[in-house]
């Protein structure tokens, strides 16, 4: 296993900058925020373009490697996090068009990962859901495997707000439709965040138990449920209000009960710290302070 983290929480800084100070704290492995250079996410974290994907050459891309293997840091994956089962078609058009420079970068890069969302509309039921997948990814797919890339969905309702409720904007979330995502889909894999089953109430060791073995990457993020939130909301709030991203260590999480299960299901990939807690935002300082706690909750299980 390699310790890292997502770049996305450093969207004003350049990849070297945080490759300098991830080498310096003792991460090995960075998943490479790579959205759109001229943005267009709007929310928390997202939005951030650290790699030029859409002019990526392969003189570029081993430049880009060899300054991070300088610094003994791997890559882990491309990550770009987007909606492609928007309700506008337009916008569907225009992030898968986005992801599949996504895909081209990391091939020329000699990364063999990308992480996605496979997406949701929330107006429509899943199957409604799952019926437009079926039409969009089976091209994507091919093309991944074209560039000899895996394609690795997280795991993330993506219900936060309420301008995603009562759907999500992603439904790859359940242990149903992850089922029918390896069943209908080869060359796939899972990017498991184990803070979206807290919530979720979904048995996180049988959960390990099932998929771990298609598990090609995993997120570190804990989640805290905010019993007074969810006294307020009611649990038909779906999560608003009550379920609070944390640093690992600071959630609900049983970190040991974790990595026993994904050493017992032969997990042996990179960790990922994914930071989306409020408590370590506000300045660079108190980011990067939030990543070493995590880096010290987990090192101790990464071997």
Known sequence: MKLGLLTAPFPDQSLTEV?????????????????????????????????????????????????????????????????????DAAHRAEVTGHLKKVIHAA????????????????????????ERAAQIFPEILAFARDHGVTLAFENCPMIFSHDEWPGGHNIAYSPRIWRRIFDAWDGVGMNYDPSHLVWQMIDGARFIREFGAKMVHVHAK??????????????????????????????????????????????????IIEHEDRGFEGSIEAIRRGFLLARDVLRPFVK
């Open 222 to 271: 804990d989640l805290m449920i905010d019993r007074d939130g969810l006294y307020e909301n009611g649990i038909m709030s779906l999560g608003i209000g009550w379920q609070i991203p944390r640093m690992p260590g600071l959630g609900d999480i049983d970190w040991a009960q974790v990595f026993s299960g994904l050493y017992r299901a032969g997990y042996d990939g990179p960790v």
């Open 19 to 87: 490759a300098d100070w991830s080498a310096a704290q003792g991460f090995e492995a960075l998943e490479i925020a790579c959205w759109p250079s001229t943005g267009g996410a709007a929310r928390r974290y997202a939005g951030t373009a650290h790699l030029p994907v859409e002019d990526m050459t392969q003189s570029r891309a081993a430049e880009i490697m060899g300054d991070l293997a300088a610094r003994k840091l791997a890559v882990s994956a491309l990550g770009y996090y987007p909606n492609p089962l928007h309700p």
């Open 107 to 130: 091939d020329l890069m000699g990364v063999r990962l990308v992480n996605t969302f496979v997406g949701g509309d929330r107006s429509l039921t899943l199957d409604q859901n799952w």
